[in-house]
C-alpha cells in the first residue's frame, strides 16, 4: 500500500542553523501539507502546496519557513534560521484532490526536529 | 487558538463497550469535521469524516454524530478493542479558499482487555 515517506526521522540543530526536512507524497497526490506537534501540544496545521504554489498557510508559516518541489516526487520544507521553540515532530500530508469535497489526508510518521 | 476542542485528555473503557469521545468546535464555517487515530512514532491515521450538512455517518465500528446548533460532535467506537488504544484526534476544515485543518488537542483512549 502506497504510503508518505519522510526523513530523517529525527535531526538534530544547532539553533540559527538552516534545516531541510524532506517528504515523498503519495505518488499520485496532488496536494501537500506540512504539520507540527510541539510535545505535548496539538497537532498545528503549517501549509497547504498544490500546482506548484502555497494554497493556503498559518499564522506560524513566517518568513523563516518556505516549501519546495524541487522534482517530481520529493516535498520539502525548509527552516531558514531554527530557533528552540521550532523543536516539534513534522508531519507531512498528502492527499489526491483538495478541492470542495472531502479528500483524506495521508500522514507520514514525521520528522523529530530537535534544536540545541 | 481554540477552535477545536477536546476536553478530556483520556478515556478509559472495557473491551465490548461503546467509546464515545466528544469534540466542541467555535467556527461555523468548518465543512468537514474529521477523527484521526495516532499511535506513538506513526502520523496520525484518519477514520472517518462528517460533512457540516449531515448530522450522521457510520463506517464499520465507527460512528460520527454532527449537532450543529450546539457545535459539538463526538465518535461512537463500538464495539471497542484493545487495538482501539490510541490518541484520537477531532479536527475540522476550514475553507477558505484554500483549505486548513484545525486540530484539537487528542483524547487518549485505554480499552481494557
Known amino acids: 500500500e502506497p504510503e508518505v515517506t519522510q526523513t530523517p526521522s529525527h535531526q538534530v540543530t544547532q539553533m540559527g542553523q538552516e534545516v531541510i526536512l524532506r517528504c515523498v507524497p503519495i505518488?499520485?497526490?496532488?496536494?501537500f501539507y506540512w504539520y507540527r506537534q510541539i510535545l505535548g501540544q496539538k497537532v498545528e496545521f503549517l501549509v497547504s502546496?498544490?500546482?506548484?504554489?502555497?494554497?493556503?498557510k498559518s499564522e506560524i508559516f513566517d518568513d523563516q519557513f518556505s516549501v519546495e518541489r524541487p522534482d517530481g516526487s520529493n516535498f520539502t520544507l525548509k527552516i531558514r534560521s531554527t530557533k528552540l521553540e521550532d523543536s516539534a515532530m513534522y508531519f507531512c500530508?498528502?492527499?489526491?484532490?483538495?478541492?470542495?469535497?472531502?479528500?483524506?489526508?495521508?500522514f507520514g510518521p514525521g520528522t523529530r526536529l530537535t534544536v540545541l | 487558538d481554540q477552535q477545536v476542542k477536546q476536553n478530556s485528555p483520556s478515556l478509559s473503557v472495557q473491551e465490548g463497550r461503546i467509546s464515545i469521545l466528544n469534540c466542541d468546535y467555535t467556527?461555523?464555517?468548518?465543512?468537514?469535521f474529521l477523527w484521526y487515530k495516532k499511535y506513538p512514532a506513526e502520523g496520525p491515521t484518519f477514520l472517518i469524516s462528517?460533512?457540516?450538512?449531515?448530522d450522521k455517518n457510520e463506517d464499520g465500528r465507527f460512528t460520527v454524530f454532527l449537532n450543529k446548533s450546539a457545535k459539538h460532535l463526538s465518535l461512537h467506537i463500538v464495539p471497542s478493542q484493545p487495538g482501539d488504544s490510541a490518541v484520537y484526534f477531532c479536527a475540522a476544515r476550514l475553507n477558505t479558499g484554500g483549505f486548513k485543518t484545525i486540530f484539537g488537542a487528542g483524547t487518549r483512549l485505554f480499552v481494557k482487555a
Open positions: 462528517i460533512s457540516s450538512i449531515k
Open positions: 500530508a498528502s492527499s489526491r484532490r483538495g478541492g470542495q469535497g472531502f479528500n483524506e489526508q495521508f
Open positions: 467556527n461555523s464555517m468548518f465543512d468537514y
Open positions: 502546496f498544490y500546482n506548484n504554489e502555497i494554497s493556503e
Open positions: 505518488s499520485n497526490h496532488l496536494y
